[in-house]
T-cell receptor, first 113, second 114 residues
């Protein structure tokens, strides 16, 4: 089955700096890679996703890159703000029958002003 | 749509007691997932259903855990007997995965077993 590794587990940056979170996956059949943000005491919510037919996707200050050959994908947040402080989870799955989203262990991002 | 609805939001119970967590998925979603979240292990997939049928329960930690989905709008996760190490936040999520799309999470149930 799929295994997703996520690094780092904690990340502290100054407001305005960039933050990068990296994930690797094991199942070459995986073709959907979402990122979720979880604020303290709340549910995980999707912030951006990427499919295997593209290498990069951007949405304002966040971007995700995918390297299928190396089986890794990354989340990039530019011009970080205090409200970006949260736990970020990467995940992977395929559209094969009998698969589900498998999550990394999460990265706690702290943005100090 | 109100989204995925879980109940209760908080549950405190004594060791050895039975605990039942409930979930109502988003109408029209054909997949339902149960995840457990702890600091040490992150978001662990426990079990998931497709069209009310359990597909993979390999994440269920032990026989004390069981899950059912009697119809498309309701699922339960039961722990009997509960133990302190079961203390965690349990999330239910639903989705339509024909196109590999977003899984929508409920608010979660924070379970404390004392």
């Amino acid at each position: 089955g799929e295994n997703v590794e996520q690094h780092p587990s904690t990340l502290s940056v100054q407001e305005g700096d960039s933050a990068v979170i990296k994930c690797t996956y094991s199942d070459s059949a995986s073709n959907y890679f979402p990122w979720y943000k979880q604020e303290l005491g709340k549910r995980p919510q999707l912030i951006i996703d990427i499919r295997s037919n593209v290498g990069e996707k951007k949405d304002q200050r966040i971007a995700v890159t995918l390297n299928k050959t190396a089986k890794h994908f990354s989340l990039h947040i530019t011009e970080t703000q205090p409200e970006d402080s949260a736990v970020y989870f990467c995940a992977a799955t395929s559209n094969q029958a009998g698969t589900a989203l498998i999550f990394g262990k999460g990265t706690t991002l702290s943005v100090s002003s | 749509d109100a989204g995925v609805i879980q109940s209760p939001r908080h549950e405190v119970t004594e060791m050895g007691q039975e605990v039942t967590l409930r979930c109502k998925p988003i109408s029209g979603h054909d997949y339902l997932f149960w995840y457990r979240q702890t600091m040490m292990r992150g978001l662990e997939l426990l079990i998931y259903f497709n069209n009310n049928v359990p597909i993979d329960d390999s994440g269920m930690p032990e026989d004390r855990f069981s899950a059912k989905m009697p119809n498309a709008s309701f699922s339960t996760l039961k722990i009997q007997p509960s133990e302190p190490r079961d203390s965690a936040v349990y999330f239910c999520a639903s989705g339509v995965t024909e196109m590999n799309t977003e899984a929508f999470f409920g608010q979660g149930t924070r379970l404390t077993v004392v």
